[in-house]
């Protein structure tokens, strides 16, 4: 009787933790990449409901179609999330205002994880690819600008 016991308990753990890995994107809350220097200031905010892209004063907000959320998501469950405070720096300029320093922000439903601060056309290896995606979603109207 323990055997079935223990069975039927391990068939529903297993059911349980297979059907979360599969939803895993329903706990990413938001993304966030900011970028800033003396004088600059630049984001781009995206959530499953709206996209806003800030230039200092000037900013844009549109929907968020749900293929686009699913791809950026999807890129974000590929690298390692919970080590993305350890990705490393691209580049120092940064540090001297030679560059506008970057970050990338991940907002989940139990935690806020961010990245290393990096200069903005040289993200860590492990976000170029996000990095570019989220480049994308700037407004024709404001890409000169970003």
Not at 57 to 78: C, P, R, V
Not at 92 to 97: A, C, E, L, N, P
Request: one cysteine or more.
């Amino acid at each position: 009787m323990t055997y079935i016991f223990h069975l039927l308990t391990s068939l529903v753990l297993l059911i349980t933790l297979s059907s979360a890995s599969c939803t895993q994107d329903a706990d990413i809350k938001s993304i966030q990449l900011t970028e800033r220097t003396r004088g600059t200031y630049r984001s781009i905010t995206l959530t499953p409901e709206y996209t806003l892209v800030v230039v200092n004063e000037d900013s844009s907000k549109t929907t968020t179609s749900a293929q686009t959320w699913q791809a950026l998501t999807k890129q974000i469950l590929a690298l390692p999330v919970d080590k993305l405070p350890q990705f490393n720096s691209g580049g120092t300029k940064h540090q001297v205002d030679a560059a506008l320093q970057s970050q990338l922000v991940v907002e989940t439903a139990g935690d806020t994880l961010s990245s290393p601060s990096f200069d903005h056309n040289r993200p860590p290896t492990e976000l170029a690819e996000l990095h570019k995606a989220l480049y994308a979603l700037v407004p024709a109207g404001m890409k000169d600008r970003f």
